[in-house]
């Protein structure tokens, strides 16, 4: 067992040691410093047990983005528990707030979408996806059309399914995973992954021609869809190459091969509008999302599908007596009502205006961060960027991992007041609640830095801070 657990026997923290087994989490590591309990929040900002108050560089999980106490968001929780605080959706069943929420969603949906399937998480809702693509080339003669394709380097959640379309090694790494219907196609980061003088427009035709290729190679009559996350998040916040879902679309159409967006991070407002897909011109036949629906307030996603899918998911449920998929708690009507606040919030507020009135700004402040011969690409769109390192003196040539310098500069700007995140290949993400009214005054003055001469940055004032 780690110094903290052995110091600190009894308390909150050495409990959570023992019986909590974290997500994504060094069992190590958080055993020698020990877990950061979070007790409040409000605003942009949350507080933790120690009573250190921080500001949320990251809405939490890239999620919270009407910050951390939105008294709507509670009221609508409350008043529906009052009311009915559970029902379900099976056998025909459901409640009005999930029948609202639905009709809402397709609404606001790009690419005249459907029909709404609920589901509680990210992952639930992918694994949702696949299934019902399945279910869909089923139906039409065509259930040989299994393989899902993603992309190197993105993130699509954990369960079995979404899980094996993530393609990173530490969502894989000792689960025996990916599963054998997951193909994945090119990194589209141009910034790691371009050629040298290759122009952004070129690289995004070798990845067209990649993944043809990599089409032709498996037999289109094998592949049910494609799944990308209009921009990138935990893999990198890397932002498509100019043209890419332009040229990758087409390809999909000729071979009858399903698009499906991931817009769990990108959907409701991050990118500045409301869907990343309209933010990079994606024609989604499929979409998922979760996380700022609710504004994380509550665990609720959901699979939106196009009248065609619709259509043909529904004649194969009259044909084998059921459509045989569903969640005790899919459609939940405390979630549905919580997320339909949410919406109801984002347009009263114009939320979205709002997001664009700052973009500019953001992005600014994230290029400010080029000032550092440590940052090799900064990206930003929306309310959501990152900063990647590399080697001083070099164009992009990576930092020895070991260093875990990401990690190293994720702590010394927690230790300044702000919460972001480390991302795995050696980048910053930026990620605040859409709410943050400016990107100064919510700042908290930085507290004296201490020397710490492993970290070359730290007697630097960050531009982030000024
Ligand atoms: N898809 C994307 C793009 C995500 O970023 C995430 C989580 O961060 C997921 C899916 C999985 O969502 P969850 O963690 O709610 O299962």
Redesign the pocket.
């Given at each position: 067992m780690g110094q903290f657990i052995k110091g600190l026997k009894n308390s909150l923290e050495s409990k959570s040691l023992e019986h909590h087994l974290h997500p994504y989490t060094n069992p190590e590591v958080v055993a020698d410093i020990g877990p950061q309990i979070i007790q409040s929040g409000d605003g942009v900002r949350v507080t933790d047990l120690e009573g250190k108050t921080y500001i949320e560089g990251m809405s939490g999980?890239?999620?919270a983005s009407l910050g951390f106490k939105e008294p709507e968001l509670v009221e609508a929780a409350v008043s529906q528990m009052k009311e009915l605080p559970f029902y379900h959706s099976f056998t025909g069943k459901t409640s009005e707030p999930t029948i609202r929420l639905a009709e809402k969603l397709i609404e606001i949906s790009p690419n005249n979408l459907q029909q709404v399937f609920f589901c509680?998480?990210?992952?639930?809702?992918?694994d949702t996806a696949i299934k019902i693509v399945w279910y869909y080339q089923a139906a039409k003669g065509q259930a040989q059309k299994r393989k899902i394709i993603s992309r190197k380097g993105?993130?699509?959640?954990?369960?079995l399914a979404?899980a094996s379309l993530?393609a990173l090694s530490y969502a894989q790494e000792g689960f025996s995973l990916p599963l054998d219907f997951a193909l994945h196609t090119t990194w589209p980061h141009y910034f790691q992954n371009s050629y040298d003088n290759e122009s952004e427009e070129d690289f995004a035709k070798r990845l067209a021609s990649d993944l043809e290729n990599l089409i032709t190679l498996e037999g289109a009559e094998n592949i049910g869809a494609f799944i990308a996350?209009p921009l990138?998040?935990?893999g990198g916040v890397i932002l498509p190459p100019k043209e890419y879902f332009e040229l990758i679309q087409p390809i999909l159409k000729k071979h009858d091969i399903l698009m499906i967006a991931?817009?769990?991070?990108?959907g409701f407002g991050r990118t500045g509008n409301m869907w990343g897909s309209e933010t990079f011109n994606v024609c989604p036949d499929i979409i998922?999302c979760?996380?700022g629906l609710s504004s994380a307030y509550i665990?609720i996603?959901a699979v939106l599908m196009s009248k065609d899918i619709a259509d043909e998911v529904e004649k194969q449920a009259v044909r084998l007596g059921q459509f045989g998929h569903g969640y005790t708690y899919s459609g939940h009507p405390v979630a549905a009502a919580v997320a339909l606040k949410t919406l109801e919030i984002m347009e009263e507020r114009s939320i979205i205006d709002h997001v664009k009135g700052l973009e500019n700004l953001f992005l600014e402040r994230v290029s400010g961060l080029k000032e550092f011969d440590c940052v090799g690409d900064i990206r930003a769109i929306g309310l959501i960027g990152a900063a990647e390192f590399i080697k001083p003196g070099t164009k992009r040539t990576k930092l020895d991992p070991k260093h875990k310098f990401s990690t190293r500069v994720v702590k010394a700007i927690q230790e300044n007041g702000v919460i972001i995140r480390a991302l795995p290949i050696d980048a910053i993400a930026f990620c605040p609640p859409l709410i943050i009214p400016s990107l100064t005054s919510h700042l908290a003055e930085p507290t004296e830095v201490q020397p710490d001469k492993s970290l070359p940055l730290n007697n630097r004032r960050w531009p982030f801070f000024s």
């Open positions: 999980l890239w999620c509680n998480s990210g992952s639930e809702a992918n993105s993130y699509h959640g954990v369960t979404a993530t996350e990138m998040g935990a991931d817009e769990v991070i990108c998922t979760a996380k665990p996603s």
